[in-house]
């Protein structure tokens, strides 16, 4: 079954950066769409936006709720309210440093809330999921590109909730497999909508580099540190596999789709990546071309 304007989709944290994204292009594709956000790393002027840009016959289709996923009441009262057809759960916290630092705030909000959620669809019959995973679930692997097989060992607090979401995911698919989830374990997401209306602007700091470097680039921020210019790099700058946030966004439009369209799909995990690696260093090159000098500082990775 492919989308269809009857289709209604609870959008889990669909004021942020991936979830505004995604939002759009389930509007554009038809379906439609309600957000619960607790706005803990966003503004709901991001929700305005989103409405913005898809016109006003299709932001008819939107329905924005602040609300905690903790708080079993907010969820209650979205299920009793109307008809989910599936789930994209996006809420959580998700930045690493923070999570070593407090790791009872990354289990109470990631895992508290996603249980809350789950036992509520369950309630009401809603049971296909589109997770929002990570590949920190597989730690710091001595091959690269991953591949979905790889042994997982989430290596901090924050990929251990994903890993333990996932584990969660493929338990109650094994208890009752009429559930159908997807966990989606995606790499960096950068990038921004083309309007430039929507994209990652942070409460904060930071913790993610893109976002750092445009808020160095527009005199929010001082300088870029660079952690480690003598990494075993062409450039000697750390490597990651960035994915811009519209391939993300159409790719968890594809997994809704196939929840729907696969009666076999069972507890499934992707990759969401390139499987190709960019230095720090061309990151703030590529950025500078199209925006102009960008201030940073190289140190030492033993320095950390």
Known sequence: MGSSVEQNILVTGGAGFIGTHTVVQLLNQGFKVTIIDNLDNSVVEAVHRVR????PDLSTKLEFNL??????????????NQRFDAVIHFAGLKAVGESVGNPRRYFDNNLVGTINLYETMA????????FSSSATVYGQ??????VEDFELQAMNPYGRTKLFLEEIARDIHAAEPEWKIILLRYFNPVG???????????????????PYIQQVAVGRLPELNVFGHDYPTMD????RDYIHVMDLADGHVAALNKLFSDSKIGCTAYN?????GTSVLEMVSSFEKASGKVRFSLISAIMQ
């Open 236 to 239: 000697g700058s750390a490597v």
């Open 192 to 210: 921004a909508h083309e309007s430039g209306r929507i994209g990652e602007d942070p409460k904060g700091i930071p913790n993610n580099l893109m």
């Open 67 to 80: 609300g905690d996923l903790r708080n079993k009441g907010d969820i209650e009262k979205l299920f009793s």
């Open 272 to 276: 969401l990546g390139t499987g190709q």
């Open 141 to 146: 692997p001595e091959i690269v590109p991953c």
């Open 52 to 55: 913005e840009l898809v016109g």
């Open 123 to 130: 309630k009401y019959n809603c049971k296909m999921m589109v």
